[in-house]
């Protein structure tokens, strides 16, 4: 079966300092993947997508950036963070070429961003 | 124009009552569509998808796709208050956009 990996769970960071997400997925070959941020009583803003390796397409224009060194690895980091991204992050995986099936969202990072 | 649009409420509905969530989106081309569920400090859920034109049901949730008018909705009866929840319209164009959510509050 698969199954979907992001950490840490929280994390509280100063403000300048950098950030790094991982995100892993297991049991699927080719997937999408997804990063997207959430505010706090806010919906999901997709951040970056990608349909494969090294294949990144930038939704939003900020001071993060994302990454897929390997075919199951996704990674959204920022090299100084600002107060405005503190936010709940969540790494998500569907299926290739195929859009009628869900997306599959991992337990997501609270970041805070003192 | 965003391109997922919810009324972010919040919904308060009785216990046992209908609760009818509405979805508009603004990508003609848009082919499937989705409703997730999230309770607060967890990662969304789903509830069901849809693709075609119409009504489809799946136990005390229905879900209705209109594409000419460009709207989707989800209906939840004999609503519980364990469905006290946000709950989330997704729209797959390519890449996958979600709404603002709403708020559903069923009261005892």
């Known amino acids: 079966s698969q199954t979907i990996h992001q950490w840490p769970a929280t994390l509280v960071q100063p403000v300048g300092s950098p950030l790094s997400l991982e995100c892993t997925v297991e049991?699927?070959?080719?997937?999408?993947l997804y990063w997207y941020r959430q505010a706090a009583g806010r919906g999901l803003q997709l951040l970056f997508y990608?349909?494969?390796?090294?294949?990144i397409s930038s939704e939003v224009p900020q001071n993060l950036s994302a990454s897929r060194p390997q075919d199951r690895q996704f990674i959204l980091s920022s090299k100084k963070l600002l107060l405005s991204d503190s936010g709940f992050y969540l790494c998500?995986?569907?299926?290739?070429?195929?859009?009628?099936?869900?997306?599959?969202f991992g337990q997501g990072t609270r970041l805070t961003v003192v | 124009q965003k391109e997922v649009e919810q009324n972010s409420g919040p919904l308060s509905v009785p216990e046992g009552a209908i609760a009818s969530l509405n979805c508009t989106y603004s990508?003609?081309?848009?082919?499937?569509f989705f409703w997730y569920r999230q309770y607060s400090g967890k990662s969304p859920e789903l509830i069901m998808f849809?693709?075609?034109?119409g009504d489809k049901e799946d136990g005390r949730f229905t879900a209705q796709l209109n594409k000419a008018s460009q709207y989707v909705s989800l209906l939840i009866r004999d609503s519980q208050p364990s469905d006290s929840a946000t709950y989330l319209c997704a729209v797959y164009t390519g890449k996958l956009i979600f709404g603002q959510g709403t708020t559903l509050q069923v009261k005892p």
């Open positions: 990608s349909v494969g390796i090294g294949q």
């Open positions: 049991g699927t070959s080719n997937p999408n």
């Open positions: 998500a995986w569907s299926p290739l070429g195929t859009p009628n099936t869900e997306a599959f």
């Open positions: 849809i693709y075609s034109n």
């Open positions: 990508d003609r081309g848009s082919q499937s």
